[in-house]
């Protein structure tokens, strides 16, 4: 397989992103000199007279040290003008949602979009009066004729998740700007690491830190990146208005995890591919889905916007719904659960786990469809428990 190139369309950072990501925002503290920041675990600020708050900290919904200083190392690693972390990648969709949209407001999603994001635009959103249309985000055109005139949105995961298909952001962009709306990117599959949407002309990215920047299973956490000051005030003021913001310690937790984002996600890859090619042509496999095999639709789209091609490998198996079940079911290393981009192995049943929620919907994912989240163990003992899972 070969390996994409990271394209930057913006000025070139001062630093390397292994660098930016273990010093942006991550200064020794000043007064003892603690190389890690450190967790300030309180809810209010003394203040050296009536609005007079020391260094603009008053309360920790609305400011904290260690949410900073992971929200400034985000803003980094993304390119972007500001970044604002929440509670849950969901916490961090809502705020965007209701920052940008009015009730009457339309916006594009993909067909195989996350299941979390899918109930929440159809089952909340909808109800305050926000219309949706799902398109094939990998289609240019198929997006284009999903646009009305009262679209805001569109929204846009890159891979995709489950289904691993490819955006051409540079591409959406223009068209989205063209159509008077702006382009997010749900960024989570491939990380700041593997892609930098802003670079590329999209509006706003979002993640899941909870995922590959946490990288531990340890933390929930989402966070928004702008590329507007603008757009970033009003997000600020959103934030705080709403409130659904992480604590400092899963800030400083992220924080923690992110240092080491580039070195886990070159294993990541490493395993995925080499699982990728040991699944395609499997008996037991009817196809795989992974955007670094050469015959990947998105395959060439990929390799232009990512550096490489993440650790994510979806495939459908071959005697159907009952037999991806059972896959599921034997594995061993991979760890039977949900959610994905932590150091260990995980498996899953989207049509029956992650994407239960879209079930009857346009957005239904294949019943026969295994998810990888492929991690950083030895590979050796990965292909070994997928090959007896197979059977």
């Known amino acids: 397989m070969t390996h994409g190139s990271q394209t930057n369309h913006g000025a070139a950072p001062a630093h390397g992103f292994e660098t930016l990501a273990i010093h942006a925002g991550q200064e020794p503290e ?35 040290p260690t949410r900073n200083a992971l929200q400034e190392c985000l803003a980094a690693l993304e390119g972007g003008r500001a970044a604002f972390t929440f509670a849950s990648g969901l916490a961090a969709e809502d705020t965007l949602l209701r920052t940008v ?16 994001t899918y109930r929440l635009i159809a089952k909340v959103a909808e109800r305050w009066g926000l219309g949706w249309t799902p398109a094939r985000v990998s289609d240019v055109d198929a997006v284009a004729a ?24 540079a591409a959406l962009a223009t068209l989205a700007h063209e159509r008077g709306a702006l382009l997010v990117v749900d960024n989570t599959f491939a990380s700041p690491y593997l892609q930098q949407p802003l670079s590329l002309g999209a509006d706003v990215v979002v993640h ?13 956490g989402g966070a928004l990146v702008v590329a507007d000051d603008d ?47 040991f699944l395609v042509g499997h008996p037991a496999v009817a196809a795989v889905l992974y955007p670094g095999l050469p ?20 495939f ?8 991806a079940v059972e896959i599921c079911n034997r594995a061993k290393l991979f760890v039977l659960g949900e959610s994905l981009g932590g150091v260990e192995s995980l498996i ?44």
């Open 231 to 277: 757009l970033a005030q009003q997000i600020a003021f959103h934030q705080n208005a709403m409130g659904a913001v992480n604590g400092p310690f899963d800030a400083w937790l992220t924080l923690r995890g992110v240092k080491t984002l580039a070195v886990r996600m070159e294993r990541h890859c490493d395993n995925a591919e080499r699982i990728a090619e």
């Open 101 to 116: 949209c009015r009730p009457g407001d339309h916006i594009v999603i993909p067909d195989d979009a996350y299941g979390g």
């Open 208 to 220: 899941s830190t909870t995922k590959y920047i946490g990288g531990h299973s340890d933390v929930v």
């Open 348 to 391: 899953e049943h989207p049509g029956r786990m992650t994407h239960a929620s879209a079930a009857g919907s346009a957005l239904e994912v294949p019943a026969d469809l295994v998810r990888l989240s492929v991690g950083i163990e030895t590979v050796d003992d990965l292909l070994a428990d997928l090959d007896q899972a197979l059977g």
């Open 295 to 314: 015959d990947h639709p998105g395959h060439e789209v990929a390799a232009k916007q990512m550096r490489r091609f993440g650790g994510m490998v979806s």
């Open 316 to 323: 459908r198996a071959a005697g159907g719904e009952q037999h």
């Open 146 to 169: 999903a646009i009305t005139d009262r679209t805001r949105l569109v929204w846009v995961e890159t891979p995709t998740n489950p289904l691993l298909g490819i955006a051409d952001i």
């Open 30 to 64: 000043p007064r003892t000199g603690a190389v890690v920041p450190p967790i300030f675990q309180t809810s209010t600020y003394a203040q050296d007279a009536v609005g007079a708050p020391r260094l603009g900290y008053e309360y920790s919904r609305t400011t904290n």
